[in-house]
């Protein structure tokens, strides 16, 4: 599963941004100082949702490379960024890059990369790429913010019984292969962070997690039904509890008395000396 509909980026977007650990987004804009010119890698940009929230808050004078291999969401996120650069006064200088990051990641040749960073792509890739990932990192010397990492943990409330089995179905598909080998999935940003840390960076990994209530009933929704899907994907023949826990998700959905909490993780990385 590679594919990500702009409907689905678009929904996501505001939770996103809210969800975000501001502590991690202090940090950096504190390490921003440090730069005249920033220029920065946003890979898996899907429509640019990572530079619509970080480009405000980063100052003046900064260019991005925008990377993703889906020409349909590149091609939307081109118009957004254009609307969006209307609505303000300065706005950063960008590209797109229209690349698959596992067949192409060391063939990205581009100078001067004082920050790489991602949102919603890290929980997809392999640990032999995250390797390939933090070498290169580190080569650029690039500060490393990689945000909105899925960390395994699903809770609804109010709790059903089949909410357990299907986050284990979720986490189990979660380390399929989604065009990087097979995902870490949950795992991946701590085995990043010990990389990094391997490779002499200074390393911060906090929360921020989704807590989606009752006026988030559409992702809500989208998530209970893609969620079932992939749980009878995996096991088709054993799925007469999942048609119960879908049927009274459901309605505890449309009677307004659903919420529901997905962990992430956001990691901010970057060498001291
Ligand atoms: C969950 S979306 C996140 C998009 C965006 N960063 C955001 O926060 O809205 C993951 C993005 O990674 C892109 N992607 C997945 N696999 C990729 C690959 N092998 N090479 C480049 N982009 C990839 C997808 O096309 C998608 O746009």
Same mark, same amino acid.
């Given at each position: 599963?590679?594919?990500?509909?702009?409907?689905?980026?678009?929904?996501?977007?505001?939770?996103?941004?809210?969800?975000?650990?501001?502590?991690?987004?202090?940090? #950096?804009?504190?390490?921003?100082?440090?730069?005249?010119?920033?220029?920065?890698?946003?890979?898996?940009?899907?429509?640019?949702?990572?530079?619509?929230?970080?480009?405000?808050?980063?100052?003046?004078?900064?260019?991005?490379?925008?990377?993703?291999?889906?020409?349909?969401?590149?091609?939307?996120?081109?118009?957004?960024?254009?609307?969006?650069?209307?609505?303000?006064?300065?706005?950063?200088?960008?590209?797109?890059? #229209?690349?698959?990051?596992?067949?192409?990641?060391?063939?990205?040749?581009?100078?001067?990369?004082?920050?790489?960073?991602?949102?919603?792509?890290?929980d997809l890739v392999s640990a032999a790429w995250l390797e390939r990932f933090a070498r290169r990192c580190r080569e650029w010397r690039a500060a490393v913010f990689v945000t909105l990492s899925?960390?395994?943990?699903?809770?609804?409330?109010?709790?059903?019984?089949?909410?357990?089995?299907?986050?284990?179905?979720?986490n189990r598909h979660q380390q399929t292969d989604k065009g990087f080998g097979s995902a870490l999935g949950p795992d991946a940003p701590a085995t990043l962070a010990i990389l990094l840390r391997q490779l002499g960076y200074w390393v911060m990994l906090?929360?921020?997690?989704?807590?989606?209530g009752p006026e988030h009933a559409t992702l809500q929704t989208v998530l209970r039904e893609g969620w079932a899907q992939t749980a009878r994907t995996l096991a088709p023949e054993r799925a007469g509890w999942l048609d119960d826990w879908a049927t009274e998700r459901r309605r505890l959905l449309e009677q307004g008395h659903s919420r529901l909490h997905v962990g992430h993780w956001d990691l901010l990385a970057w060498l001291k000396e």
């Open positions: 599963m590679s594919g990500f509909s702009v409907d689905w980026l678009a929904l996501r977007e505001p939770v996103d941004a809210v969800s975000r650990n501001l502590e991690l987004t202090g940090e #950096l804009q504190a390490w921003r100082q440090l730069h005249d010119h920033l220029s920065v890698l946003d890979l898996g940009s899907g429509t640019g949702a990572n530079l619509r929230y970080l480009a405000p808050l980063l100052g003046d004078d900064q260019h991005w490379w925008l990377v993703d291999h889906d020409p349909a969401v590149l091609g939307r996120g081109d118009a957004l960024l254009r609307q969006w650069a209307a609505t303000r006064e300065s706005n950063p200088s960008l590209e797109w890059r #229209l690349l698959d990051l596992n067949r192409d990641w060391e063939r990205l040749d581009l100078p001067d990369i004082h920050l790489v960073t991602a949102s919603a792509l890290l899925y960390d395994g943990t699903i809770l609804w409330e109010p709790a059903l019984e089949g909410d357990k089995t299907l986050r284990e179905r979720i906090r929360p921020s997690p989704w807590r989606l």
